[in-house]
């Protein structure tokens, strides 16, 4: 049922004592237990990022859902408030990474199937000295 939206009874609403609609919440009520996704640039690390997030917000608290390494870009998500405490379920939950290859277009169904395979089964690597994970073989 991903990213579909399930509308039981289209008539009920709910009583404004406890909650509303996301979209009718101010900001304040959507930093108090809310997300946050960052395009975290390379050199700062996700907890430097995170505290600039939180200062320029002016808020308590702020966590982060995951760590990535000083020189990765990409994807960092900031917790706040009450949703911080889903901070566990989220590092447990899987990643997916999307790319993109292109390819000359004189390339043979042959070797574009070699060339994925290349790219497939399990692989040895070992993270950076600079990673912020323990440094050791880990077979993918």
């Given amino acids: 049922m991903s990213g579909e939206i399930l509308i039981l009874d289209p008539e009920a609403s709910s009583d404004p004592k406890h909650g509303c609609d996301p979209e009718m919440r101010d900001v304040e009520a959507r930093l108090a237990a ?3 996704l960052i395009d975290k640039p390379a050199g700062p690390s996700s907890h430097q990022v995170s505290a600039w997030a939180r ?3 002016g808020l ?3 966590g982060h859902g995951g760590t990535l390494d000083p020189f990765a870009t990409g994807a960092l998500m900031l917790l706040t408030g ?3 405490r889903l901070t566990s379920r989220i590092l447990k939950g899987g990643k997916q990474y999307v790319g993109v290859i292109r390819i000359p277009a004189d390339t043979s169904e042959k070797a574009l199937a070699e060339g994925i395979n290349n ?3 399990r692989i040895h ?3 950076p000295k600079e990673s912020a994970v323990k440094i050791q073989v ?3």
């Fill in 34 to 36: 809310g997300w946050l």
């Fill in 125 to 127: 690597n070992v993270p």
């Fill in 138 to 140: 880990r077979i993918q």
């Fill in 82 to 84: 009450g949703a911080m």
């Fill in 60 to 62: 308590d608290k702020m």
């Fill in 119 to 121: 790219l497939t089964g």
């Fill in 55 to 57: 200062d320029m917000l």
